[in-house]
């Protein structure tokens, strides 16, 4: 059978055994393993185990684990709460400055625990009362909650990229740096969108609250240790002090030290719940990555990447027009599959066909990252639409989808304007560790 018709009838395959509502690591073992058994024989089953352990025998999966449990230390703390407040306090004179104390404590707290729903989670059930109590409209106070979310799989450190590193081959330290101005771009958008917004609305105004100058400087100390710490562990990083995964131990262990020490985090109740998520969600990601070593195995032996690939460079198609294409392709997947998946699944065959066509793969690797915070917003898995509700419940879903639109059109406008001005991705990586290869 044709190679070309094969993979239409694995895509049609790992559709239908994903949306059956299945895990997506053992939808993608079943879907390789039908495959193989029928064109392979049982025989090329034997190699399967072998390949899923060698998939996760790489020293760079070691920093996954500990990033989350970075994250799952500052997650379990008051330190979103105390983030939210230095940024009010700090902003609440300037007009509208309490949205853009949302969006620049998810920005951070998204930087420093990696988790959109934690993000979500830790500064809406704060931000968005507070909003709301302004007269900020509801649409504005949780879509840019939701949004702002969004940012921490794109701002380093992020789980995301590494993922999207160990898959592809390419340097977790290049893909942080290529992630920074992006990040800010993003966040300087969603924060003028926000202000033109509730400006045209009538409801931008000063805070009603006054603080002091003491009152501000009080809440730095609580907030500041954090920021020190991802810091450290990024100049760590970009420095070349250590490797991504050493840095990873030591900012998961200074940030379990600052949790239990500064927030009183000794109840071995509360550490065991830090340790089991973060297992739990690492178990996750690394079943993932082995399935998905599966797959591209499996995808490899009955030649279809290969056939895609020369189908691909056959074509006589403008590449801006192919790079279309592809993200068109991106966006669909992260409405129905999380960005680990869709990354796995994808960025290997993907990663070819757009170097070939003369894309940088660090700037395609934030490219896809954008294309993957909006489906966090959209709808049917838009994970952080459902947690917003949670922490809002009379606010409607169909309100909070309808104020995070606008905010998928800033991750659209970012996406065009990376294409136009590629170096927005690409100049901080070149300029600290040199052109890439």
């Known amino acids: 059978m044709d190679p070309l018709v094969i993979g239409l009838l694995i895509a049609l395959a790992t559709v239908a055994v994903l949306f059956s509502g299945i895990q997506v690591a053992v939808g993608l073992i079943v879907v390789s393993t039908g495959f193989l058994l029928v064109f392979e024989g049982a025989r090329t089953l034997e190699l399967l185990p072998e390949i899923f352990f060698a998939k996760l025998n790489n020293f760079a999966l070691l920093s996954i684990p500990m990033f989350i449990i970075m994250g799952a230390a500052i997650s379990s703390t008051r330190a979103g709460a105390d983030l939210y407040e230095a940024l009010e306090r700090w902003l609440t004179r300037v007009p509208g400055g309490l949205v853009i104390s949302n969006l620049g404590a998810c920005a951070l707290f998204a930087a420093m625990s990696g988790s959109s729903p934690a993000t979500c989670a830790a500064i809406g059930k704060m931000g968005i009362p507070e909003m709301r109590r302004r007269g900020y409209p509801d649409g504005v106070a949780a879509g840019s909650i939701a949004a702002g979310g969004t940012l921490g799989i794109l701002i380093p450190p ?18 942080f740096l290529a992630g920074v101005l992006p990040g800010l771009l993003l966040v300087g958008l969603f ?17 009603r609250v006054r603080y002091s100058l003491a009152e501000k400087l009080a809440i730095l100390p609580r907030v500041l240790p954090f920021l020190v710490i991802i810091a450290g562990v990024l100049y760590a990083l970009y420095g070349g002090v250590a490797t991504p995964s050493e840095t990873a131990a030591v900012g998961a262990l200074l940030c379990m030290g600052v949790a239990i020490v500064l927030y009183r985090l000794w109840n071995p109740g509360a550490l065991w719940v830090v340790l089991r998520d973060s297992t739990r969600e690492s178990v996750m990601i690394l079943f993932i990555i082995g399935a998905a070593g599966v797959f591209a195995f499996m995808m ?10 020369a189908w691909i460079g056959t074509l006589e198609v403008n590449r801006w027009v192919l790079m279309g294409a592809i993200n068109l392709f991106l966006l669909v997947a992260g409405f129905f599959l999380p960005p680990v998946a869709v990354i796995l699944m994808s960025a290997p065959i993907l990663l070819p066909i757009v170097t070939s066509a003369g894309f940088d793969p660090y700037w395609f690797a ?19 639409l459902y947690v917003i509700n949670g922490i809002a419940p009379d606010i409607s879903l169909r309100t909070i989808l309808v104020g995070s639109l606008p905010f998928v059109a800033c991750m659209v ?7 136009v001005f590629p170096g927005i991705a690409t100049w901080l990586p070149d300029a600290v560790m040199g052109p890439s290869r």
């Open 158 to 175: 992020s789980v995301t990229m590494i993922v999207y590193g160990i898959a592809t081959e390419t340097s977790i330290g290049r893909l």
């Open 191 to 207: 924060m003028a969108w926000s202000l033109f917004h509730t400006w045209r609305e009538g409801t931008v105004a000063f805070g």
């Open 300 to 309: 490899s032996s009955l030649f279809v990447t290969q056939s895609i690939a």
């Open 366 to 384: 934030v490219v896809l990252t954008i294309n993957m915070e909006i489906g966090l917003i959209t709808p049917p898995v838009g994970l952080n």
């Open 413 to 419: 406008l970012a996406i065009l304007l990376l294409c």
